[in-house]
């Protein structure tokens, strides 16, 4: 069953992606990458790390994409245009997207299912969990080695917000 989840989340972030990537309209893009969002983090409490799950949820796909909406919004980017997240067989697609949903959910509430656990990534993950703890293993590599990219990329967002209130201003400076 978690092979099958795996697969699910992993062709739903590849799919999101790829459609996000074709759309004119940047509106249902980013509605698009909030989906790739939720199926990441699908496959972040498959590993059992419920802690980035929720972080992504609640960082990326709640914060940063409304960032992004009010830049578009602010811009006057989106349209009132919805034609992008309709394709020719997308009431067909959602449909089986909650069948599929309904029915996962229906076995895991039935069915004894097992939850999959960090033993079963690996020795190394398990015992990376017990020595740090969930969040020691995400805190140890992005405050150590990654730090540096952690803060251009603090950098690089300021500089997005900057330059979007420099181009929405009426008046010209």
């Known amino acids: 069953m978690a092979d099958f989840l795996f697969y ?12 996000m990537v074709t759309r004119r309209n940047p509106v249902s893009a980013v509605v698009l990458l909030i989906a790739v969002f939720f199926f990441t983090s699908g496959m972040f409490l498959l590993l059992d790390a419920q802690y980035l ?4 949820i609640i960082l990326y ?8 909406l009010f830049v578009i919004m602010l811009l006057n980017l989106g349209h009132a245009n919805w034609r992008d ?13 909650v069948v599929a949903f309904l029915g996962l959910l229906a076995h895991r509430l039935i069915g004894d299912v097992a939850p999959p656990t960090a033993e079963r990534t690996g020795g190394r993950l398990a015992a990376m969990a ?17 730090v540096v990219v952690l803060e251009a990329t603090g950098l ?10 420099l181009l929405a201003r009426r008046d010209p400076a």
């Open 156 to 165: 690089l967002l300021l500089v997005a917000i900057v330059g979007t209130i």
């Open 85 to 97: 997240l309709r394709a020719p067989f997308g009431g067909l697609l959602a449909g089986a997207v």
């Open 53 to 56: 799950a929720a972080i992504n």
């Open 61 to 68: 796909a709640g914060a940063i994409m409304v960032l992004f």
């Open 130 to 146: 017990a020595q740090q703890g969930p969040v020691g293993m995400l805190a140890h590599p992005l405050f150590g080695d990654y």
């Open 8 to 19: 699910l989340f992993a062709a739903g972030s590849i799919l999101g992606g790829l459609l």
